[in-house]
């Protein structure tokens, strides 16, 4: 007989992904409930691949869910529906492996398939989380959260503008969070090399969601052609899948 996917948690997690979060305060909660099903989940408990990146996602949420409450962005709204949009895709990932469908997209399943070893670390797991879900989930949440706005990604609008200010919450929340990912002789080498290490994930983590600002504008040009909307999905699909398989390797281990 086959293990359910996520083992002793399976149920729990089923209902929990049977939820689809309205809000940004839903998300935030759901976040939360994943991370303690997660951690629980053997044989890795306490460093499970996936909880290194659900733990970063959900600091990065609570954040925007704070900006919100403190009117930190022009159009609350925009970002708002953004906030759910993207994250209904992650959710939509786990729910693809929970069926063993192969609608998983492979930028994810190469994060998935660790969960049952052999263990990676903290830190690449993480990285190759957020790199599933910039390269290949954002640009397309962001076609759907203009599409439901009848509005349209234009550089320089309040909605970019907001869009960028997310850049800025990683900048702040960066630091902490990857001093936590690392082991006692990683943070010797983090102190030696000062704020450089804190810089270039920060300017990494820009270029990347620049990156998926114009490949949101393509897909919006394109969007009513399902076709060529296919071969966008798959080319970033293929593209986040090969990152993602580097940054678990031994080697993006090591140059992290």
């Known amino acids: 007989m086959t293990e359910p996917v996520w083992g002793p948690v399976h149920q729990d997690i089923v209902g929990l992904l049977a939820d689809h979060p309205a809000d940004v305060p839903a998300v935030v909660d759901h976040l939360t409930k994943l991370q303690d099903l997660l951690v629980r989940l053997p044989p890795l408990e306490e460093s499970c691949p996936l909880a290194d990146f659900n733990k970063l996602y959900l600091v990065i949420t609570s954040t925007v869910l704070d900006g919100l409450y403190d009117d930190r962005f022009r159009d609350p709204a925009f970002l708002a529906r953004l906030d759910v949009e993207f994250a209904a895709r992650y959710f939509d990932a786990l729910r693809f492996w929970t069926d063993s469908s192969r609608s998983t997209p492979k930028a994810w399943a190469c994060l998935f398939k660790r969960m049952r070893g052999p263990d990676a670390r903290p830190l690449p797991s993480a990285a190759a989380g957020v790199n599933a879900h910039i390269n290949y989930d954002l640009p397309f949440a962001l076609v759907t959260t203009f599409d439901s ?39 010797m080498i983090d102190m030696v090399n000062g704020d450089i290490d804190d810089w270039y994930q920060g300017e990494l983590v820009e270029y990347t969601r620049n990156v998926a600002w114009r490949n ?18 798959t080319r970033l699909d293929d593209n986040a899948a090969l990152l993602g398989r580097l940054l678990l390797s031994p080697l993006g281990a090591f140059l992290q």
Do not use: M, T, V
């Open 216 to 233: 949101a504008q393509k897909i919006w040009r394109c969007r009513h052609d399902p076709e060529a909307r296919e071969c966008e999905r």
């Open 149 to 187: 706005l009848e509005s349209e990604p234009i550089d320089g609008s309040d909605q970019h503008r907001d869009y960028l200010e997310i850049n800025n919450i990683f900048a702040e929340r960066i630091p902490q969070l990857r001093r936590g990912y690392l082991d006692n002789w990683q943070l």
